[in-house]
């Protein structure tokens, strides 16, 4: 069966890449449908979405857009138009892919194109800056597919031939498999890291139960981020947030950061929530070991992570912010609090053992709790299997809901 694939790059610099492109995904029997987001000069030929059509999808004028004088906002402004057009492509089924390609100008657009498309559609970005420090990894949708061009896309020549052939083709097969997901079984989330063994209990038990299990990695941008993403598309039915750590990597600058709205998008869906403080006791350095400050407590985790205990002060302010962010929950929210430990290293012996942060935690979050959160306290350590079969239980007391409907 034929796909359509979008192709969305600037036609006055980059013509010649894209026709390559449209080229070899006809000839794979498929359709190239191009959205050009230049702004000024010419272009060798028509694309299927016209810079004048990508400015008015924003707002503007591409008049108004050349008037403002000034490329970044130009390139934003046309991002933006961008973005609702492919956007509005994938909403109508009229897309099966993206690809872009481009320096700094066309990242920027290309990536805000592919932000907030849907998990699982086949996004993928060619880019002379792809792994350098100018793409962050909040400028990528959560399953973005990066390409790093080693040389600069200045034409045709024997190397962009074969790393553009190599990206036609990567998104070719993946447009061919291409499916929307669809949730046949209600569908939950668990947040977790390789310090915590909930995870192994909990999921066949849920499973058992009818449920499907998604497993999120609590590392940052690729981890929690992608569970509001998920949950801000309706794909869930509960979530149980039992590794919250985020939060205080957020607070503090940390290397495994989620964003500001971390813990924010179930309470705002309605999706009922199990929460519990898994982390919460320290956060990743986001430097080099000889730069973290003499008076901190470390443990290096493996030569790519380096954990530092978090001070009393650190807990409490996060105890606060999860508080906030949960009293503004429209949906059910259980806290299961575990008495004797937040993950492997908050236990005797631990690296990060801390019963007296753990008990100003504790004082700090009912003092701040409002009375929609269930706050529960556990005389158990959260590696405990008694804690993951009391997860359970509580899961069992709210699974029966409206969001629990399969789509």
């Known amino acids: 069966m034929a796909r359509t694939i979008v192709i969305v790059g600037t036609l006055d610099t980059k013509a010649e890449e894209i026709g390559f492109i449209r080229d070899f995904i006809e000839k794979k029997g498929h359709k190239a449908l191009i959205v050009d987001g230049g702004v000024t000069g010419t272009i060798p030929f028509s694309p299927d979405v016209s810079r004048e059509e990508v400015a008015e999808a924003a707002g503007k004028t591409l008049a108004e857009i050349v008037a403002l004088g000034n490329e970044g906002k130009a390139i934003a402004t046309m991002a933006e138009g961008a973005a609702k057009i492919v956007h509005a492509l994938y909403d109508t089924g009229s897309a099966d892919a993206v690809i872009s390609i481009g320096g700094s100008m066309g990242t920027s657009l290309g990536l805000a194109a592919m932000k907030h498309l849907p998990v699982g559609f086949p996004k993928l970005m060619v880019s002379t800056i792809a792994f350098t420090p100018l793409v962050t990894v909040d400028a990528m949708a959560m399953d973005q597919v990066m390409m ?242 009391y997860v359970v239980s509580e899961f069992d007391k709210i699974s029966v809901t409206p969001s629990c409907q399969t789509q």
Request: charged content about 25%.
């Open 148 to 389: 790093q061009s080693p040389v600069d896309l200045w034409g045709l020549n024997v190397v962009t031939r074969r790393i553009l052939e190599s990206a036609a083709a990567a998104i070719v097969g993946m447009a061919e498999v291409s499916e929307k997901i669809v949730v046949k079984r209600p569908l939950v989330a668990i947040t977790t890291r390789g310090i915590m063994k909930y995870v192994n209990w909990i999921k066949p038990m849920l499973e058992e139960r009818g449920y499907e299990v998604v497993v999120i990695h609590a590392v940052g941008m690729v981890g929690g981020k992608t569970l509001e993403t998920v949950a801000r598309h309706r794909m869930l039915c509960s979530v149980l947030d039992l590794c919250t750590g985020e939060i205080i990597e957020e607070l503090n600058g940390g290397a495994l950061r989620a964003g500001p709205d971390r813990l924010e998008a179930a309470g705002q869906m309605g999706i009922p929530q199990i929460v519990a403080p898994g982390s919460m006791e320290f956060w990743h350095w986001p430097g080099p070991v000889d730069t973290v400050p003499k008076d901190r407590k470390l443990h290096v985790h493996n030569p790519l992570v380096l954990g530092v205990k978090a001070t009393t002060e650190e807990m409490i302010r996060a105890a606060k912010a999860v508080a906030e962010k949960l009293n503004r929950a429209k949906g059910p929210v259980t806290f299961l609090f575990p008495l004797l430990g937040f993950d492997a290293h908050d236990q005797p012996g631990g690296a990060f053992y801390d019963p007296e942060g753990r008990a100003k935690f504790l004082k700090t979050l009912r003092a701040a709790a409002g009375p929609n959160i269930k706050l529960v306290e556990l005389d158990m350590h959260i590696n405990d299997k008694a804690f993951a079969e």
